[in-house]
């Protein structure tokens, strides 16, 4: 890999074309490169989250989220190649049931708001589905394994979840919320606080 990384503005890339890690040459534009594009958006913007403060095991588990993303960009890299292993799918399960099963019932759609760490959050999540979408639209195109697209659904649902939890986490003992949208059904109800 350190040879790999000796020069890093090759100009190969000047026509519009990039390599993939089979050594083929396609379009930036090409879905391909799209969907590695979100998916490297995306770990860069739980990096971004990650400056925040925040309970160490949600700290630990989007360390290894970032691991996992990197995975799926070299599998996106490569062709019929699979890095992303479906353990990866079924540790964000288990991490959706524990950190949602801690969480009050919702009472009414939230708004992507709260603190700064919830908020990054959000946007992790908003990344997630358009990465989604983008290896959906490749797989539409080429043969390409389903972990991928369950592993970035699943990531979607459970930064929602984790914006909820950032939302409550406060390290001087007392307990945040969710910012709820204001719908004229909860005004109705009376449940809509001021």
Avoid at 68 to 76: A, D, K
Wanted: charged share 25%; glycine share 8%; proline share 3%.
């Amino acid at each position: 890999m350190a040879n790999r990384l000796t020069q890093i503005a090759t100009r190969t890339g000047d026509n519009g074309t990039t390599g993939l890690g089979d050594n083929t040459r396609v379009s930036k534009n090409s879905l391909r490169v799209h969907a590695m594009g979100d998916v490297d958006e995306l770990n860069s913007h739980l990096g971004v989250l990650l400056c925040e403060d925040m309970p160490p095991a949600v700290r630990s588990l989007l360390v290894e989220i970032q691991h996992q993303l990197f995975n799926l960009g070299g599998e996106l890299s490569i062709p019929g190649f699979e890095l992303l292993k479906h353990e990866a799918v079924l540790a964000l399960d288990e991490a959706l049931a524990e950190h949602n099963a801690a969480l009050p019932r919702l009472e009414e759609f939230i708004l992507p708001a709260g603190t700064r760490a919830a908020s990054l959050a959000h946007v992790c999540r908003t990344v997630a589905r358009r990465a989604e979408r983008a290896v959906v639209a490749l797989g539409n195109e080429e043969a390409l394994k389903d972990t991928p697209r369950q592993y970035l659904n699943r990531l979607s649902d459970l930064m929602f979840v984790l914006s909820r939890v950032l939302n409550r986490y406060r390290t001087d003992g007392t307990v945040g919320d969710d910012v709820y949208w204001k719908s004229e059904r909860m005004a109705k109800s009376g449940s809509e606080s001021a």
